[in-house]
């Protein structure tokens, strides 16, 4: 800015101060003469008087906004020191523009209704006069990205590296937005274009996770590993590090980066997620309880806890974290749920179960669930008439909730009533018109009856309308893979559906299964393998295993998919022994 340095504020303040006492001065001489009119302040001093008026507003406002309820301030004066912030720097724009202004003017609005819009204008205007300046690009793309208009964003960014295409930190920042939009493979070049000794730590994270997100899980461990020893402390890249280790099966290492990132001071409260379900696999559930136990004593990590312990069998485990929210006030409604879900599962008494449910009160978020559940286990009992009761009382008393349908139309099916049971999913979809998990739910009872056609038909309409139904993506996809049709069609619904549930082993199952149908057997290996490391007990999964194995000339690996589908009582057990005695 011409003439100015704002870190000269003091000198300027102690010139306008002398200013004013002297108008005070002459005002104070005698009444038999008028008071002089004070001197014109300097092009400079106004501009520092802005620059302090429009630093106060801002300081007021942020005190403002750091009271909360507690702040004094009305609406109308909230409006006011906003109004005047921008006036004084619309003042300072019009004598001296610099890009830092306009970002600062662009940042009165981010928070706004409509706030991006009008930040974007401002960004333009910045533009116009610095058509170069990287800031104001980067936060005209910001702009867009607020509204999830990526396409906008990336097209920004583009623009300007066209013409500053030796910008590595703006094209760092391209790759991390195309990475945002999912498109990996795209980010991933944009990464590769900056030159190996100009890639900082950001830049190799940025390969890295492109990497690991298209299989590429060796590459991506190696810029990983490059970007934290360039900075050790750069937590997230010891995330994801520790996250390709763990998907390379490379447990050891993966287990060594966890411990690492907590004793960092354990920021990341998935990374020690992470660690416990890692103990889990390797079968250390007292080091698992301990990294848990030693977890911060939040409701949401002690649930996600529990969970893990509860999903790998260690029940004892799941019970002995879940007492630690008896501690400190009321006990939680999730704390009863839970419990019945250790006495059902873990302890095999369904009555035990049924007395943890009954304390959780009608008024809970959770009383829906606990109903449902309820229902469940007097079914499982073998008591359908009190568990329809419960499911019919529960559509009653929330009728706009798809659960109990889908509860009702479930419990039906399994008395042999199907067209009650579709009677019921078409009374839900009468209420919740095309409600996805309705539509679902209808679509597998198709299924199931042998009515695949009509099933198909449905589960189309519904990614029609919801595109990012994992449920329905992989359905879509895995039936068209059986059909031995549309394989291209059926590889990237399948891989949607992964890349929104990455760790869902049924999904990691079907895309291994369009890949052996479209005779990419190593890709087909790769992902059974990831299959049957989440879901260890389906004998479908293994059987498949098998299935894979065999085209490769994995014998013995083979025998052991048939032989593990056997022994997890498989539906087609016939034809899984006539595979086994075949090999």
Not at 186 to 201: G, M, Y
Not at 440 to 448: I, K, P, S
Request: hydrophobic fraction near 40%; charged fraction near 25%; aromatic fraction near 8%.
């Amino acid at each position: 800015m011409a003439n100015m340095n704002f870190r000269r504020l003091p000198a300027a303040l102690a010139a306008l101060a002398l200013i004013l006492a002297l108008a005070a001065l002459t005002g104070c001489a005698g009444s038999r003469r008028a008071a002089p009119q004070p001197a014109p302040m300097t092009r400079e001093a106004q501009l520092n008087y802005d620059y302090l008026v429009y630093q106060d507003q801002m300081q007021q406002l942020q005190r403002h906004a750091a009271l909360g309820k507690s702040s004094k301030l009305t609406k109308a004066e909230v409006l006011k020191l906003r109004e005047n912030a921008e006036a004084a720097l619309g003042r300072l724009i019009e004598a001296a523009p610099t890009p830092q202004l306009y970002l600062e003017k662009a940042g009165l609005f981010w928070n706004d209704k409509g706030g991006p819009a009008q930040a974007r204008s401002i960004l333009r205007q910045g533009l116009e006069a610095f058509p170069d300046d990287r800031m104001l690009t980067v936060y005209l793309a910001n702009s867009y990205l607020m509204e999830n208009r990526t396409d906008g964003a990336i097209d920004i960014m583009e623009d300007y590296l066209k013409r500053h295409g030796d910008d590595y930190q703006a094209r760092e920042r391209m790759g991390q937005m195309l990475l945002d939009a999912g498109k990996d493979a795209k980010a991933l070049d944009e990464f590769k274009r900056i030159p190996q000794d100009k890639r900082n730590a950001d830049a190799l994270y940025g390969m890295g996770r492109a990497q690991g997100n298209l299989g590429m899980r060796k590459a991506a461990i190696g810029n990983l590993r490059k970007a934290v020893e360039m900075d050790p402390g750069f937590t997230e890249a010891l995330v994801e590090l520790a996250y390709q280790y763990e998907l390379n099966k490379d447990y050891v290492s993966a287990e060594k980066t966890y411990t690492r990132i907590l004793g960092q001071g354990d920021p990341f409260p998935e990374a020690r997620l992470r660690l416990i379900n890692l103990n889990l696999k390797l079968n250390n559930p007292a080091r698992a309880l301990k990294v848990a136990l030693d977890g911060p004593p939040t409701k949401a990590f002690v649930l996600d806890a529990v969970l893990m312990f509860i999903n790998d069998d260690f029940f004892a485990q799941a019970s002995t974290v879940l007492d630690t929210l008896t501690t400190g006030g009321e006990i939680p409604a999730e704390y009863y749920f839970y419990k019945a879900v250790i006495a059902n599962e873990g302890e095999k008494d369904p009555a035990k179960a049924l007395s943890y449910l009954a304390k959780v009160k009608d008024t809970d978020r959770l009383y829906p669930h606990a109903l449902r559940f309820q229902a469940q286990l007097h079914h499982a009992q073998g008591e359908d008439a009190k568990a329809l009761e419960l499911a019919r009382m529960g559509k009653k008393r929330f009728p706009d909730g798809p659960i109990f349908y889908i509860l009702e139309a479930n419990l039906m099916r399994g008395m042999g009533d199907v067209k009650g049971a579709e009677a019921v999913f078409d009374q839900g979809l009468e209420r919740l018109k095309a409600n996805p998990e309705l539509s679902y739910e209808l679509g597998m009872l198709y299924e199931t009856t042998g009515r695949r056609a009509e099933a198909l038909k449905l589960m189309e309409s519904v990614l029609r309308s919801h595109p990012d139904h994992t449920n329905a993506l992989n359905y879509v996809g895995y039936t068209l893979a059986e059909e031995g049709r549309d394989l291209d069609r059926a590889l990237v619904l399948v891989r949607k559906a992964s890349s929104l549930d990455p760790e869902n082993g049924y999904i990691l199952d079907s895309v291994a299964w369009v890949y052996f149908k479209m005779g990419k057997l190593d890709k087909a290996w790769e992902n059974i393998g990831y299959a049957v490391d989440v879901v260890r007990k389906d004998p479908t999964i293994w059987e498949h295993y098998g299935d894979i194995a065999k085209a490769m000339g994995k014998i013995s690996e083979a025998r052991k998919g048939y032989s593990k589908a056997l022994k997890l009582d498989s539906p087609s057990a016939k034809s899984v022994k006539r595979k086994l005695n075949a090999l």
